[in-house]
């Protein structure tokens, strides 16, 4: 019997998987430096994190085994086996309903989607980065945009669930050539994408470009533009974007060294959204010259429409003058913004 119940919570069981002999050099990539302060991961670690997270959910929720850390299946196949058989084991228990993992799009093949399909594996997230070769060749991600498109045909041809991994800001890249990669994934039709922008860690050679002067990372301000104008044309598509920055924790406070490291990353990012759809209607409507705005959001959504420290009310009254914002929820679809005008005479 499935434990899903569509009134649970859904529960992630993260099982960290270091990729310790990876062959490659991703620039932006501190596994080698954090490789030593980390202990390999055994079968009974995987048992135990799992049995951990399931002691500490109820009955009602929907539990899924995440495999994360870079290259799942470029790791010893035995290795891989191993942990795939715990989570396979409280896959046919019942007490999970799912397992996803994550890896490269030059590990893919069809010797590996078998034995992630025989294991009851449902989601594969592919780590793209970028599909423009030169910012993947500048980033020495070791993989071409020419080889996503291929992983994406053969995950797709063994029926898993697709997820991508895009990381934007990397050397060489450009809002245009992001806006690129986003039409691309649009393209491969993932059901779900996250954004990490890139962050330069200590240990990297991202850190040594930085101080060498050879790589600028975003600012806090750009890549929540950047971020704003991809979410949009994901979710038009249907598809989920279900992490926007790296998820906060003090190591990793400690191992940043630059770049757009923010620990509320996506709400600065939903609240840019936001303000992106009312600008848009306002121009679209001549409402710029009225003495103010009335705003209609989707339920839950007041915080993000007003913004932090009322950051987007801020920005609309600076750059249109208005004397007047009123701010509303309405019971309506997530995504839905109405916007009318108020003018003189009506502000009260
Ligand atoms: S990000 Fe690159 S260098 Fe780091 S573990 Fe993954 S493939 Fe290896």
């Given at each position: ?25 991703c620039v932006f990539c501190d596994?080698?430096r ?105 980033s ?27 990381m934007?800001g990397l050397p ?24 990490y922008p890139a962050i330069v860690l200590k240990g990297t050679e991202m850190e040594e470009m930085y101080q060498n002067g050879s790589y600028t990372p975003l600012t806090l301000?750009?890549a ?22 790296l ?5 990793l406070e400690?191992a940043v060294v630059a770049g757009p490291f ?87």
């Amino acid at each position: 019997m499935s434990r899903h119940n569509a009134g649970g919570r859904h529960i992630n069981i993260p099982i960290f998987v270091p990729h310790m002999g990876c062959p490659n050099t991703c620039v932006f990539c501190d596994q080698r430096r954090i490789s030593g302060t980390i202990a390999p991961v055994s079968v009974e670690d995987v048992r135990e994190t799992i049995e951990k997270y399931l002691a500490a959910s109820s009955g009602e929720d929907h539990a899924e085994i995440a495999f994360f850390g870079g290259s799942f299946t470029g790791i010893p196949e035995c290795q891989m086996t191993g942990y795939l058989g715990v989570a396979r084991e409280y896959l046919d228990m019942g007490l999970v309903d799912g397992i996803r993992i994550s890896t490269r799009p030059d590990y893919i093949d069809h010797e590996i989607l078998d034995i992630l399909k025989e294991h009851g594996v449902r989601i594969i997230e592919l780590g793209v980065q970028s599909m423009d070769d030169n910012v993947l060749a500048r980033s020495k991600r070791g993989h071409t945009a020419e080889d996503v498109v291929r992983a994406v045909g053969q995950i797709r041809g063994f029926g898993f669930e697709l997820g991508i991994q895009i990381m934007p800001g990397l050397p060489g890249d450009t809002l245009e050539k992001t806006l690129e990669t986003a039409r691309k994934v649009v393209g491969l039709a993932p059901s779900q994408v996250r954004i990490y922008p890139a962050i330069v860690l200590k240990g990297t050679e991202m850190e040594e470009m930085y101080q060498n002067g050879s790589y600028t990372p975003l600012t806090l301000e750009e890549a929540v533009e950047w971020c704003a104008m991809m979410v949009p044309m994901f979710r038009e598509a249907g598809i989920r974007v279900i992490r926007l920055g790296l998820h906060y924790s003090e190591l990793l406070e400690d191992a940043v060294v630059a770049g757009p490291f923010h620990p509320a990353f996506g709400e600065l990012v939903e609240t840019r959204v936001i303000l992106d759809m009312i600008t848009g209607i306002i121009e679209e409507k001549g409402f710029a010259g009225c003495a103010g705005i009335e705003i209609h959001t989707w339920k839950g959504a007041l915080s993000k429409t007003i913004g932090h420290n009322k950051a987007n009310i801020k920005a609309l009254k600076d750059r249109y003058g208005y004397a007047r914002i009123r701010v509303g929820e309405k019971d309506w679809p997530p995504g839905q913004v109405r916007v009318s005008a108020i003018y003189r005479g009506d502000e009260a």
